[in-house]
């Protein structure tokens, strides 16, 4: 569960145990997939994954393209090469597929760590936008959309949250 999950959970128990009724609540509601994409440090944060991990991608992409350059050139050449030759083209496919799969690896694992720190910092300053916006605005309750069946265009407050976090 996200620390904004979590966050609104609390808000909500602590709401519900006030036993208020729904005429008093002022309800708001956010689409936290649309912050998550189209708010500016989203994308700020895209564009910076992207600048980072480029030159990497690029790396892995030239170590595929020399794998099956090498793995065509075998196959071009089959017929016409000795055993020895054979064994020994078979045997620098092997290593330069095991390079790639390793690469690969490595650079997935670094790209999901990235991304991981990146949204934790996303995610606290949506928090941050969504208690601004609660306070400002006195909403007794925001909730996220994702999980609910309806939501009013009325209620969504996610617009607001967007421009709150473009100024971050």
């Not at 912050?35 to 944060?45: D, E, N, V, W």
């Not at 790396?59 to 090469?81: C, G, I, M, V, W």
């Not at 496919?93 to 999901?112: G, P, S, V, W």
């Amino acid at each position: 569960m996200s620390k904004f999950a979590k966050f609104l959970g609390v808000v909500a128990a602590g709401l519900l145990s006030l036993q208020v009724t729904a005429a008093e609540l002022k309800i708001g509601v956010v689409n936290t997939d649309r912050l998550f994409q189209q708010s500016s440090p989203a994308q700020k944060i895209n564009k910076k994954l992207q600048d980072e991990f480029s030159k990497k991608d690029a790396s892995l992409q030239q170590l595929r393209q020399q794998l099956k350059d090498l793995q065509a050139d075998l196959e071009k050449n089959d017929a016409t090469l000795s055993d020895a030759d054979k064994t020994k083209k078979q045997g620098q496919i092997r290593d330069l597929n095991t390079r790639y799969q390793r690469a690969e690896r490595e650079f997935r694992e670094d790209l999901n760590t990235r991304q991981g720190e990146e949204m934790a910092k996303l995610q606290e300053v949506a928090i941050r936008a969504v208690r601004q916006l609660a306070e400002t605005e006195k909403f007794d309750l925001i909730l996220q959309g994702q999980d609910l069946a309806y939501v009013s265009p009325r209620v969504d407050v996610t617009d607001k949250i967007l421009k709150l976090m473009g100024d971050k």
